[in-house]
């Protein structure tokens, strides 16, 4: 047998150097990028945020040298500021109606309480590493940011308003500059900033949604905690996805790189450890809203306590885990996008109040800190402490399962009056198809009366919303005039419809007041002129004759106010006013 030498040759040795000098040089020049491209939070030694200006523009000067990054201005805020997005693409095409069809986007909001900086300073870090190939370059996956969304707070800045927060030096106030909390605004659209967001969200049409937060309820060992859509809502197969494949990756990908994560810990000055549940998040909340859409949505909640650098680290190490299972997963999301799409035809019913399911718990290995009750040096009563030299990993009961107790049917369409423009503007900004009546025209419908409500005794975001409603439903004859507007279901923004168009929804628009001035009473009477009509009218109605006495018999508080007794004849006469307490949304069944 002939035997082969192989023997290292002068020519060997310059190849093999010149493969090294390669790498080298290549390793050698992605960092070269990387320090032309520091972060205030890098030089900072990370103890500072960047400024709003400061952010702009760093990704201003990525767009410019990097063909992967493009920058785009859209719409108002209430600051007079223009929202921006920015696009990783590395195929360098940012249509997205082109994009949309071919791969996963991952779209992150950042700054939407600018103290809460995490995702501020991790996203542009996580640009830069994608951009100069330190970070793998995604195949699938497109990632799209709003580096600041309030930038009116953002550009309040200040180092005393977040009370308890570890850093940075200097940060961002919650309010957006009319004072509105934006994540609370996703619904009633009362700011230019949510008005631009829509616009943003429908353009972009994101498979997956991150909003980045800061929050403290309680003491524990995480730095992360994470904050899904609840996955009962959110419903079917995506719903599904969410809790039993999404989030279980994220959290093993994320505790194989020793980060640590549990679900968003829904406690206030109380233990963890006695249990918590998960936070509903309804669609006045981003990713309530985005759901709608059939996004999978999170809010990542860093843990406030902890040291400002590890927070933005942490953050960052969690978008990648997201970009990552997204490139991974990206068939099955657009798959699960895509037949969610037509899910509502074979719905008959629409939840409108949920619970959480008592019978179904997930029990967590919790990292937290004991907490002993103290007296209080300071009033006298008792207080929590956690003791941080004692950690602990107990079995902690979470109660992550919701369940529908009220629902309403799916009409055919809805049908609203002209005159209710701020409806009407908030559904054209999202996309809700719609037509006029060409005439007039008698349409039989399914009518609401407010029955009951309870307000608010204090402001909440610019308003005094109601809860608790329920109304009495008719079905009725009712003429209709040439513009009245005619909204069918049978489109992809039906929840979003059912969310807003159902009184008895927890932020439909009724609840936010919109529609507060069908609960006043516009007519009444003077009571020494109507007292001989109230006498005639029960010598006329035997019926209500009989009704006026029971309630007197049975209700002391009505059998001692003479006015209440006048008053509920003139409700039950000719004279009152149809419109008062009348729903001014209709329902057309289907057939």
């Not at 310059?14 to 520091?38: G, M, W």
């Not at 859409?293 to 190490?317: C, D, F, I, S």
């Amino acid at each position: 047998m002939r035997r082969i030498s192989i023997r290292t040759t002068p020519f060997l040795l310059t190849i093999f150097f010149i493969v090294v000098l390669i790498c080298y040089s290549c390793e050698t020049e992605q960092e070269d990028k990387t320090a032309d491209y520091k972060t205030h939070f890098e030089l900072s030694n990370g103890t500072e945020t960047a400024t709003y200006l400061e952010t702009i523009d760093f990704y201003i000067h990525l767009a410019k040298e990097f063909p992967e990054i493009n920058m785009q201005t859209i719409g108002e805020t209430d600051s007079g500021y223009p929202l921006h997005i920015i696009t990783y693409n590395p195929d360098g095409d940012f249509n997205f109606q082109k994009i949309n069809d071919k791969k996963t986007i991952l779209f992150v909001n950042n700054g939407i309480h600018p103290g809460e900086s995490d995702g501020i300073d991790a996203t542009m870090m996580l640009y830069r590493n994608l951009a100069t190939g330190k970070l793998k370059t995604p195949k699938n996956t497109v990632l799209v940011t709003i580096p600041i969304y309030n930038i009116g707070g953002a550009l309040n800045r200040n180092s005393t308003t977040r009370a308890n927060q570890n850093g940075p030096k200097s940060y961002g106030f919650r309010g957006n500059a009319l004072n509105y909390d934006l994540n609370r605004d996703f619904i009633k659209a009362d700011t230019k900033n949510a008005r631009t967001f829509f616009e943003i969200f429908h353009m972009v049409n994101p498979d997956i949604f991150i909003d980045n937060h800061v929050s403290n309820g309680a003491d524990y060992q995480y730095t992360l905690t994470h904050l899904f859509t609840q996955h009962n809502k959110l419903g079917g197969e995506l719903g599904d996805y969410v809790n039993t494949k999404m989030m279980p990756a994220l959290e093993k990908s994320l505790q194989d790189a020793n980060w640590d994560i549990t679900p968003y810990v829904n406690v206030f000055n109380q233990v963890p450890e006695k249990g918590f549940s998960q936070f509903m998040d309804y669609p006045r909340y981003s990713t309530g809203y985005t759901t709608l859409w059939n996004t999978l949505g999170m809010m990542v909640e860093t843990h406030m306590l902890k040291p400002y650098k590890q927070r933005v680290e942490g953050t960052y190490e969690l978008m990648t885990k997201m970009i990552a299972l997204a490139e991974t997963d990206y068939k099955e999301i657009k798959r699960l996008r895509t037949e969610a799409k037509y899910r509502h035809k074979d719905w008959t019913h629409y939840p409108t109040k949920w619970e959480i399911d008592t019978t179904k718990t997930t029990i967590l290995d919790f990292k937290g800190y004991e907490g002993d009750t103290l007296t209080s040096e300071i009033t006298g009563f008792t207080r929590l402490k956690y003791d941080r030299n004692r950690p602990f990993t107990k079995k902690v009961e979470y109660q992550n399962f919701y369940k529908p107790i009220d629902s309403v049917t799916v009409p055919k369409a809805y049908v609203i009056r002209k005159g209710w423009r701020r409806v009407l503007s908030l559904l054209e900004l999202n996309q809700i198809k719609y037509s006029t009546i060409q005439k007039d025209t008698i349409i039989s419908v399914e009518t609401y009366k407010i029955d009951h409500y309870k307000t608010l005794n204090y402001p909440y975001e610019g308003h005094y919303p109601h809860y608790n409603t329920t109304v009495s439903q008719s079905t009725e004859k009712i003429r209709f005039q040439q513009g009245d507007i005619l909204i069918p279901t049978d489109q992809k923004g039906i929840r979003y419809i059912m969310e807003a168009l159902e009184p008895e929804t927890k932020d439909s628009f009724s609840n936010w007041n919109f529609f507060d001035s069908i609960l006043q009473q516009k007519e009444g009477f003077s009571p020494y002129v109507f007292e001989d009509e109230a006498t005639q009218l029960l010598k006329e109605n035997q019926v209500l004759k009989d009704s006026f006495l029971a309630k007197k018999t049975t209700d002391s508080i009505f059998n001692s106010n003479w006015y209440a007794q006048l008053d509920y004849l003139f409700k039950h006469s000719n004279h009152y006013e149809a419109a008062h307490m009348q729903y001014p949304v209709y329902r057309i069944k289907k057939d």
